[in-house]
């Protein structure tokens, strides 16, 4: 079935620093993509999403961009802040067979210190 | 309410005895999911209903597991005769239409069973 793995963490940065997290995806279709972000205490929320092959997706200064040639979706910000500091998932949309869910990574967690 | 209820936030068990879990959805949204967040692990996928359709069980794990939704709002997730590796954080989530560009997060269910 669909599959996605994202870089483990947890990640620590410093204020300012450049965020890289790497996310693939083993598809059979031609999914969305999406990043959920979870800030401590909060629920799930959706960050940014691409549709179809070579859109950017989004969002509070980050960006991700739909590589279908790579089967990824990496997450940037050039400049975290502390305010970043949260559980970051990468997902893609299955829609085989009638059926809509969301596969999910298993999260990376980013601490940004002052 | 504005957001997606979850309750309890916690529930302690002891092995062998059956929990139900409840989620209200914003209103008016036809899609329900339920997601179930292990320690160190993604989301997984358990159950999603969308209007009156036959909801998709497919994920759900074993049939001491269950859930139903009472006139396209309110859904209770029971786990009967619960286990220890049952314990984990219960996601709920709903979204007004089909995909997954609008879906809402609760805060979850953190299940502990002793």
């Not at chain 1, 960050?47 to 980050?62: E, I």
């Not at chain 1, 790579?70 to 998932?89: I, N, R, W």
């Not at chain 2, 209903?49 to 909801?55: I, T, V």
């Not at chain 2, 269950?66 to 009967?80: D, K, N, P, W, Y």
């Amino acid at each position: 079935g669909d599959s996605v793995t994202q870089m483990e963490g947890p990640v620590t940065l410093s204020e300012e620093a450049f965020l890289t997290i790497n996310c693939t995806y083993t598809a059979t279709g031609y999914p969305s993509l999406f990043w959920y972000v979870q800030y401590p205490g909060e629920g799930l929320q959706l960050l940014l999403k691409a549709t179809k092959a070579d859109d950017k997706g989004s969002n509070k200064g980050f960006e991700a961009t739909y590589r279908k040639e790579t089967t990824s979706f990496h997450l940037e910000k050039g400049s975290v802040q502390v305010s970043d500091s949260a559980v970051y998932f990468c997902a893609l949309s299955e829609s085989e067979g009638g059926s809509e869910k969301l596969v999910f990574g298993k999260g990376t967690k980013l601490t940004v210190n002052p | 309410g504005a957001g997606v209820s979850q309750s309890p936030s916690n529930k302690v068990t002891e092995k062998g005895k059956d929990v139900e879990l409840r989620c209200d959805p914003i209103s008016g949204h036809t899609a329900l999911y339920w997601y179930r967040q292990s320690l160190g692990q993604g989301l997984e996928f358990l159950i999603y209903f969308q209007g009156n359709s036959a909801p998709d069980k497919s994920g759900l794990p074993s049939d001491r597991f269950s859930a139903e939704r009472t006139g396209g709002s309110v859904s209770t997730l029971t786990i009967q005769r619960t286990q220890q590796e049952d314990s984990a954080v219960y996601l709920c989530a709903s979204s007004p239409d089909r995909g997954h560009e609008k879906l809402f997060f609760g805060s979850g269910t953190q299940l502990s069973v002793l």
